[in-house]
């Protein structure tokens, strides 16, 4: 697969088949990972690769029960349920669908990845940089061998409870929550705001001529769905 | 070129041509950055693209003089020409020297990115999620369209001066300064821990039988320079 197609279709992926994924992709993947860049060259990034195991059936439950509790506060927090989210078509509905599925399957993953970090200074939005392009390395390399993912913070109401169960360090955290598989069913194409509302020059606000999606480029406003109908949304996943 | 390829020899690129990066070059980069994920697709990532106006030149240059000072206080506190580092051939000294002409060249850089992000939650780790996989795609492309570049965070010192220039509203931080050109020289593979170092399973510490590196790969240690030369460490560059 070729480098720049790879990263222009890598999306969330939050539906699999029950097929295992087999421990040379999870090492390919897992390589990846680990070639990232970090501050310094810390290399302060470890992953926790959890798959069929009895701990990574507790870890799946707990981080299940978790993602379940928080995708019900978000799903009425963020008004998924009204104005077009009655409309089963909408695209509001439709990612409501998916993370319900999501979230209510968990369980079943077949791979479950906790990115951690170790923390070596202050938080602070910095540190992020020292794991995240690991975990985007992963779910592109995920990508290129034929699976599909997507980065969590699912993990989030439960960090005791893993850290009891995995035996994680205090001075770690738990930077995102992955979840690998092989896709089931379709998914949509990347869909992200113009370039030009992202992409700028010299001063704020203002994009370069370049900046031009390639033809066929589709289009979604930023974030999940707003209160009000009126505002020209598309919460489409990521 | 091959994902997997890309992903395991994206290193980090100090050093670099004169040449000027060509606008359909930085618009595939910038196109690839952009795709990447974010909380809730929220896409609160931003990037100013600064290349050969006289804005780009004095944030070029403002970059620079914190750079130095950066540099000179690490050179310094990370013990750099100590031990090892008086051996020019030394894996120190010449991170070193590679630093020095990085940060001491920095106003000629070919293009600056300024990646920044939209604060729409609280400071935490999770906030580099939704701007570090933007930057990493930026820099996978970048290399997979024959150029090199490396994140740094040299705009920590002149974060004032640089939301002067750019008119960068208050509620926006700069996460990233990553710099991109033509590489000039030679540089060595990407050299990490070994995978079983950062891959674990079921329980923390512990790596999974597959967590093998590939035939050929390169280690360091992690991290600057250890202050007793005792430890077994060799502080290249990512």
Same mark, same amino acid.
């Given at each position: ?40 060259? =810390?290399?302060?990034?470890?992953? /926790?690769? *959890?798959?069929? @195991?009895?701990?990574? #059936?507790?870890?799946?439950? $707990? !981080? ?54 170790? =923390?070596?200074?202050?938080?602070? /939005?910095? *540190?992020?940089? @020292?794991?995240?392009? #690991?975990?985007?390395?992963? $779910? !592109? ?54 370039? =030009? ?13 370049? #900046? ?27």
């Amino acid at each position: 697969m070729e480098v720049l197609d790879a990263l222009a279709t890598t999306r969330a992926i939050r539906r699999y088949t029950d097929d295992p994924v087999p421990p040379e992709a999870l090492r390919q993947m897992l390589f990846a990972a680990t070639r990232a860049p970090s501050g310094s060259n =810390r290399q302060p990034f470890r992953f /926790v690769v *959890l798959t069929d @195991s009895p701990v990574a #059936a507790d870890a799946k439950r $707990l !981080i299940g029960e978790g993602a379940r509790h928080l995708w019900s506060a978000k799903r009425a927090g963020d008004a998924y349920d009204r104005g077009s989210g009655n409309d089963p078509t909408s695209p509001k509905a439709r990612m409501a669908a998916s993370m319900e599925h999501y979230v209510e399957h968990f369980a079943q993953v077949p791979v479950l990845v906790l990115a951690c970090i170790e =923390r070596y200074r202050d938080h602070d /939005v910095y *540190l992020g940089a @020292s794991v995240y392009p #690991a975990c985007q390395n992963l $779910l !592109i390399a995920a990508r290129a061998l034929g699976f599909g993912g997507v980065l969590t913070i699912w993990h989030a109401m439960r960090i005791d409870e893993l850290r009891t169960l995995l035996s994680i360090p205090d001075d770690v955290d738990i930077a995102a929550t992955i979840t690998i598989g092989h896709p089931a069913g379709r998914h949509g194409p990347v869909r992200r705001r113009p370039m =030009r509302e992202l992409v700028y020059t010299d001063r704020w606000g203002t994009a370069p001529e370049w #900046a031009v999606d390639p033809e066929g480029t589709q289009f979604t406003a930023a974030g999940p769905p707003r209160t009000t109908e009126s505002a020209p949304r598309q919460p489409e996943a990521t």
